[in-house]
């Protein structure tokens, strides 16, 4: 089975942080990063929410940036209940696990959940290869957050026999391919292919394609290899026209 992480950026309540820290164990699950808290893993709440599950809270790891807490990472899957522009990676949690099953390659997949109030901001989602919603009622759409931690890891607890790794090709981690998004984002602006005014849409467009790829380590090198030659082609000094 694939390392899991749940990754809470910015969650408020320690309460959350002990219900998120029982939901995991309950799931066989006890990888848990935080990014910029504002709610104490330490606290007596959230110690009082996690019955059998303090050992989770005691090591769970803080991050600056979301960047950072899933750099190690080679699928970044982030929780949303929104639909709609420019998500084509986006699935229904079921339909997510079921296809997370097909896949033998992942080695650290990471989890990501937003804070209480508003979610994943749009810096958040664009460093994720896939969008997972949970179906909920209209009246009243917005699950808990340990709810939502708790249905996302149930669904893969009924696969985990299905998620072993048998001969995996490492996956880009997710510092890998932002690195490989910057340099494809200073070529394009080299190369006047961006527009100006609007250089995210494309860029998003692009992410998405690779994102659907699940590009590996060694084909990142590539493509970042590839972008280096174009630019030293550009500015190599062409001989004069016959």
């Given at each position: 089975?694939p390392?899991?992480?749940?990754?809470l950026?910015?969650?408020?309540y320690?309460?959350?942080?002990?219900s998120?820290?029982?939901a995991?164990?309950n799931?066989?699950?006890?990888?848990?990063?935080l990014v910029?808290p504002e709610?104490?893993?330490h606290?007596?709440?959230a110690?009082?929410?996690a019955p059998?599950?303090q050992d989770?809270l005691e090591?769970?790891?803080?991050?600056?940036s979301?960047?950072?807490?899933?750099?190690d990472?080679?699928?970044v899957?982030g929780l949303?209940?929104h639909?709609?522009?420019?998500r084509?990676n986006q699935?229904?949690v079921?339909d997510?696990?079921?296809?997370?099953?097909t896949?033998?390659?992942?080695?650290?997949i990471a989890?990501?959940f937003?804070?209480?109030?508003?979610?994943?901001?749009?810096?958040?989602?664009?460093l994720?290869?896939r969008l997972?919603?949970i179906?909920s009622?209209?009246e009243?759409p917005?699950l808990n957050?340990?709810?939502?931690?708790?249905?996302?890891?149930y669904?893969l607890?009924?696969?985990?026999?299905?998620?072993s790794l048998e001969?995996p090709?490492?996956?880009?981690?997710?510092?890998?391919q932002e690195?490989?998004?910057?340099d494809?984002?200073?070529l394009?602006?080299?190369?006047?292919?961006?527009?100006?005014q609007n250089?995210?849409?494309t860029?998003?467009?692009?992410?998405?394609?690779?994102?659907?790829a699940?590009?590996?380590s060694?084909?990142?090198n590539?493509l970042?290899?590839?972008?280096?030659?174009?630019?030293?082609?550009?500015?190599?000094?062409?001989?004069?026209?016959v």
């Amino acid at each position: 089975m694939p390392n899991i992480f749940i990754i809470l950026v910015r969650p408020k309540y320690s309460g959350n942080l002990g219900s998120v820290a029982r939901a995991m164990k309950n799931m066989g699950l006890d990888a848990l990063r935080l990014v910029n808290p504002e709610a104490d893993p330490h606290s007596a709440q959230a110690r009082q929410m996690a019955p059998h599950a303090q050992d989770v809270l005691e090591r769970a790891t803080c991050f600056d940036s979301l960047s950072q807490a899933v750099s190690d990472c080679d699928l970044v899957v982030g929780l949303t209940r929104h639909q709609g522009g420019t998500r084509d990676n986006q699935m229904w949690v079921k339909d997510f696990s079921d296809w997370l099953m097909t896949q033998t390659t992942f080695q650290n997949i990471a989890l990501v959940f937003g804070p209480e109030d508003q979610g994943l901001l749009k810096e958040d989602l664009k460093l994720c290869q896939r969008l997972v919603s949970i179906p909920s009622s209209q009246e009243a759409p917005s699950l808990n957050l340990a709810q939502a931690v708790m249905v996302l890891c149930y669904e893969l607890f009924k696969q985990d026999s299905s998620l072993s790794l048998e001969d995996p090709s490492p996956l880009a981690s997710s510092q890998e391919q932002e690195g490989f998004y910057k340099d494809l984002k200073d070529l394009l602006n080299e190369a006047g292919f961006l527009n100006p005014q609007n250089p995210r849409h494309t860029m998003q467009l692009l992410r998405n394609l690779f994102h659907r790829a699940l590009l590996k380590s060694e084909e990142v090198n590539l493509l970042r290899g590839v972008l280096r030659q174009v630019r030293w082609w550009a500015k190599k000094p062409k001989p004069p026209q016959v």
